[in-house]
């Protein structure tokens, strides 16, 4: 997703959306089947021109779902985990049976709240 993420980057350092366009021709780079993985070689050939590696949300979904598999194997079921803006919700809170409330915020002044519950969002 790496055309997306720089794509979207840049538009809110601008402060400006990227047109249909502009967003259509970097979704043309995106996708696990232009990946061609050699094992043999232990390399990974980008297959799409303008293609690029994002893997920071990767991380970042893996350190959630290891906080949360720690979590529930003390018993703890009812958890809300914020990493670097990933967010991933356990059973909702006793107060709040439809959910977690997560307030979203965007570059461009608008916003939205979000219930979660056995869910996640980045």
């Given at each position: 997703?790496?055309?997306?993420?720089?794509?979207?980057?840049?538009?809110?350092?601008?402060?400006?959306?990227?047109?249909?366009?502009?967003?259509?021709?970097?979704?043309?780079?995106?996708?696990?089947?232009?990946?061609r993985l050699d094992s043999a070689q232990r390399s990974a050939?980008?297959?799409?021109?303008?293609?690029?590696?994002?893997?920071?949300?990767?991380?970042?979904?893996?350190?959630?779902?290891?906080?949360?598999?720690?979590?529930?194997?003390?018993?703890?079921?009812?958890?809300?985990?914020?990493?670097?803006?990933?967010?991933?919700?356990?059973?909702?809170?006793?107060?709040?049976?439809?959910?977690?409330r997560v307030a979203i915020d965007t570059a461009y002044g608008?916003?939205?709240?979000?219930?979660?519950?056995?869910?996640?969002?980045?």
């Open positions: 997703v790496g055309p997306l993420s720089q794509l979207w980057r840049r538009a809110v350092r601008r402060g400006e959306f990227p047109s249909a366009a502009t967003r259509r021709q970097a979704r043309k780079a995106v996708g696990w089947r232009y990946v050939t980008l297959l799409r021109p303008g293609m690029r590696f994002d893997l920071g949300g990767i991380g970042q979904g893996f350190a959630a779902e290891e906080a949360a598999r720690t979590l529930r194997s003390l018993g703890l079921t009812t958890f809300l985990i914020d990493i670097g803006g990933d967010v991933l919700a356990g059973n909702a809170p006793p107060d709040q049976p439809s959910g977690w608008q916003g939205a709240t979000l219930l979660l519950k056995n869910a996640a969002v980045t």
